[in-house]
């Protein structure tokens, strides 16, 4: 069964360092997805992506963030100057075309810890 | 801003037990419904979604969506150890984001 692949699983950085979070959405999907948790907290949206452009973003998906499909495959979120409260969990999600369009289907995270 | 509300729990069953989890919503434009299950550590796992007002069954799973009430439900029948995890409500509206609730934890008994 197909499924979103995340790497790395594990990503340590220090404060200030740039980041990149990668994915490989489901391969017929054409809309996707970031998504953070901090520890305890719940699934907060960050940004949704289709058509090579942001279809809409939150308020946290701040100027530090940036998006990008670079291939047919990669979707990758870019954390340029990383702060302490960065450190979470981050999802990538992904959801198809027609008959199905928001179902939207979890990659198994990247853990960002921040120092 | 769209708000999404679930009792935390933990909400502790026997097992073989029925497991009924409660879910508001504040957003009346709301259009699709979706349960997923998270087990500690672990990303969000579709169990089930829901588009129109009523009753659907999936295996052991049924989800009641009223949107009348604003209210959208998960049933989980003859409940098993395994399914002890944090239970997720998300709702969408035209733009497809999912809102999530905070989650309720359940626990199953054996």
């Known amino acids: 069964e197909p499924e979103v692949t995340q790497t790395p699983s594990h990503q340590v950085t220090q404060m200030g360092q740039e980041v990149i979070l990668r994915c490989v959405p489901i391969?017929?999907?054409?809309?996707f997805y970031w998504y953070r948790q901090i520890l305890g907290q719940k699934v907060e949206f960050l940004v949704s992506f289709y058509n090579n452009e942001i279809s809409e973003k939150s308020e946290i998906f701040d100027d530090q963030f940036s998006v990008e499909r670079p291939d047919g495959s990669n979707f990758t979120l870019k954390i340029r100057s990383t702060k302490l409260e960065d450190s979470a969990m981050y999802f990538c999600?992904?959801?198809?075309?027609?008959?199905?369009?928001?179902?939207?289907?979890f990659g198994p995270g990247t853990r960002l810890t921040v120092l | 801003q769209k708000e999404v509300e679930q009792n935390s729990g933990p909400l502790s069953v026997p097992e073989g037990a029925i497991a009924s989890l409660n879910c508001t919503y504040s957003d009346r434009g709301s259009q699709s419904f979706f349960w997923y299950r998270q087990y500690s550590g672990k990303s969000p796992e579709l169990i089930m979604f829901i588009y129109s007002n009523g009753d659907k069954e999936d295996g052991r799973f049924t989800a009641q969506l009223n949107k009348a009430s604003q209210y959208v439900s998960l049933l989980i029948r003859d409940s098993q150890p395994s399914d002890s995890a944090t239970y997720l409500c998300?709702?969408?509206?035209?733009?497809?984001?999912?809102?999530f609730g905070a989650g309720t934890t359940v626990t199953v008994r054996a």
């Open positions: 391969s017929n999907h054409l809309y």
């Open positions: 998300a709702v969408t509206s035209n733009d497809y984001k999912l809102s």
């Open positions: 999600a992904s959801s198809g075309k027609t008959g199905d369009t928001d179902t939207q289907y």
